[in-house]
């Protein structure tokens, strides 16, 4: 990746990631360089005061102006309280859970809720009855006028949460005319950091109850509902969509076909065939690499994070586990017409070819973005008007959010 605010690569790339919610007033961009041109190094505790303290910073301008009645001030200063409160807590995603993500998650629900009451359009909180418990979520509609339109679910990704989702997809989305529903499922924001439901692979049994719940809506066209997946929701969508045969639609952002393969592929080659071992002379070699890396504060974040996301206890058996992440004999099972999207430069999704080759649908599309464009990052960071102008144009044509039910 190339430079954007500082010189780690991950520090860089989460910068980057807050930055672009400037698109709809989740940030400032040069806010965004200046506090992490603050942050000491790589020092993570450094990361999240400094993000910390920019969030209660426009929180504050948010409180103020709502108290003098300045609603469209108050909307866009608690947005960009909800992107610097959920940037702050990211570093921390571990286990033991940190009380300090435990409260960047409860801070940037309320700046967000705090924001959409002065949206313009209408917005409700939900919660979707699941296995006992319930799902947080947003439902966002694009007028308040009644009528039947097409509805788009939204689907984050490993690291993501609800209210991210709004930047990414709903608020674009909510302008060509959908409506929409968000929601933290297992393994993501609260769902993970409160509840402590840990992720799993069957999203198909995930998403069957949101779209009972989505179809129960009297505003939803039951005939035109699409799934949108972002980052892992490009693995966790599609997965959906291979048993929850209700949606018209399904879009992966970006593509990913199996979990265990590309985690494995970033081990030194001789070493790939012990990952899932716990015993043996490489089997120990392997297992002195992770434990060099985990101590690493940002080399080693995206293992613990894999930890505490599919909670387990070693990297081998997070190798096992990822063994169910697969979309090798599912994919085929899709029955709507699916749009593939991949990012040139991510590796993190270098197998969305492999999905768009194992789908058998009649209609469907695998895009490629590049570096030339802006857009060769994971999720097309930093170039998601292109990304909406292709996606989008791809939905329209499907689900005609114009036309009304």
């Given at each position: ?12 790339a ?21 506090i ?13 005061d ?26 866009l200063?608690?947005?960009r ?11 921390l ?27 313009r ?8 009855p ?131 393969d ?102 469907k ?26 996606s ?12 009304l039910?």
């Amino acid at each position: 990746m190339s430079e954007f605010a500082v010189k780690d690569d991950l520090l860089d790339a989460q910068t980057l990631r807050a930055a672009s919610a400037a698109l709809f007033g989740g940030a400032d961009i040069v806010e965004c360089v200046e506090i992490a041109r603050r942050v000491r190094g790589t020092d993570l505790d450094s990361w999240h005061d400094e993000w910390h303290r920019s969030a209660e910073s426009a929180y504050s301008i948010g409180v103020t102006a709502e108290a003098a009645g300045q609603s469209e001030t108050a909307r866009l200063a608690f947005l960009r309280a909800c992107t610097y409160f959920r940037t702050a807590g990211l570093m921390l995603l571990e286990a033991p859970v940190d009380p300090r993500l435990v409260d960047s998650v409860a801070r940037q629900r309320d700046a967000f809720r705090r924001a959409i009451a002065h949206f313009r359009t209408p917005v409700d909180v939900i919660e979707i009855p699941f296995e006992g418990v319930t799902l947080p979520g947003y439902h966002f509609r694009a007028a308040a006028d009644g009528a039947r339109r097409a509805t788009v679910i939204l689907v984050n990704g490993y690291d993501g949460t609800v209210e991210e989702s709004y930047f990414y997809n709903a608020q674009a989305a909510l302008d060509r005319g959908y409506d929409v529903v968000a929601f933290d499922g297992p393994g993501q924001g609260s769902v993970l950091v409160e509840q402590g439901l840990h992720l799993r692979p069957d999203w198909e049994n995930v998403i069957a109850p949101v779209v009972d719940w989505v179809l129960e809506q009297p505003t939803t066209d039951p005939d035109r509902v699409a799934l949108i997946g972002l980052s892992l929701g490009g693995y966790l969508a599609p997965r959906a969509a291979s048993g929850e045969h209700r949606l018209a639609a399904c879009i992966a952002d970006s593509g990913f076909y199996d979990m265990f393969d590309s985690a494995v592929s970033r081990i030194p080659a001789p070493l790939r065939g012990k990952a899932t071992e716990d015993t043996g002379t490489l089997a120990g070699i392997l297992g002195n690499l992770f434990e060099s890396r985990l101590k690493k504060p940002t080399e080693g974040w995206a293992m613990r994070r894999g930890l505490y996301v599919n909670g387990v206890d070693s990297m081998s058996e997070f190798f096992r586990d990822a063994q169910r992440y697969t979309l090798k004999g599912l994919a085929e099972r899709i029955t709507c017409p699916t749009l593939v999207c991949h990012a040139e430069n991510d590796d993190i999704a270098a197998s969305a070819p492999d999905l768009f080759a194992a789908l058998t649908v009649e209609r469907k599309q695998l895009i490629t973005f590049t570096v030339a464009e802006g857009a060769g990052q994971h999720c097309e960071v930093g170039a998601r008007q292109l990304y909406l102008a292709r996606s989008f144009g791809w939905l329209d044509s499907i689900l005609e959010p114009a036309r009304l039910g």
